[in-house]
C-alpha cells in the first residue's frame, strides 16, 4: 500500500502563487506516476498534471500549462505542484493520486492511491 499525504492549500488572491506538496509512503518502489487532480463543489474530477516517478516526462491539462509546475524530489519521496498566476477558477480541492502502472495519465480510474486532498481557494 501506498499511503499520500498533500499540503500546502490555503487561501490566495487572484494572481498570486501557491506550491501543494504530496508526501508518500508506504510502498513507495511500487509507485510508477503520480498525478494531481481537482475537484470544484459540483464538478467531475479534473486532472491536473503528472509525473513519472523515475524519469522525466511531464503532462499538464490545457488549462494550467504555463502557470502550474509538477516536480518530485526522490529522495524525500515527494511530488510537488508549483501554482503560478492563480485564478478565481483554480479554487477547487487538490488531489494527489499515484499509479502503479503505466497507463493514461489524465484518468482518474488509472490511480490506485489517493490522498485527503488539500483545499486551494483563489479569491477576485
Known amino acids: 500500500q501506498v499511503q499520500l499525504v498533500e499540503s500546502g492549500g490555503g487561501l490566495v488572491q487572484a494572481g498570486g502563487s501557491l506550491r501543494l506538496s504530496c508526501a508518500a509512503s508506504?510502498?513507495?518502489?511500487?509507485?510508477?506516476?503520480v498525478g494531481w487532480f481537482r475537484q470544484a463543489p459540483g464538478k467531475e474530477r479534473q486532472f491536473v498534471a503528472a509525473i513519472s516517478w523515475s524519469t522525466s516526462p511531464t503532462v499538464y491539462s490545457d488549462s494550467v500549462k504555463g502557470r502550474f509546475i509538477i516536480s518530485r524530489d526522490n529522495a524525500k519521496n515527494t511530488v510537488y505542484l508549483q501554482m503560478n498566476s492563480l485564478k478565481p477558477e483554480d479554487t477547487a480541492v487538490y488531489y494527489c493520486?499515484?499509479?502503479?502502472?503505466?497507463?493514461?495519465?489524465?484518468?482518474?480510474?488509472?490511480?490506485?492511491?489517493w490522498g485527503q486532498g488539500t483545499q486551494v481557494t483563489v479569491s477576485s
Open positions: 493520486a499515484a499509479r502503479s502502472v503505466p497507463t493514461t495519465v489524465r484518468t482518474p480510474a488509472s490511480y490506485q492511491f
Open positions: 508506504g510502498r513507495t518502489v511500487s509507485i510508477y506516476g
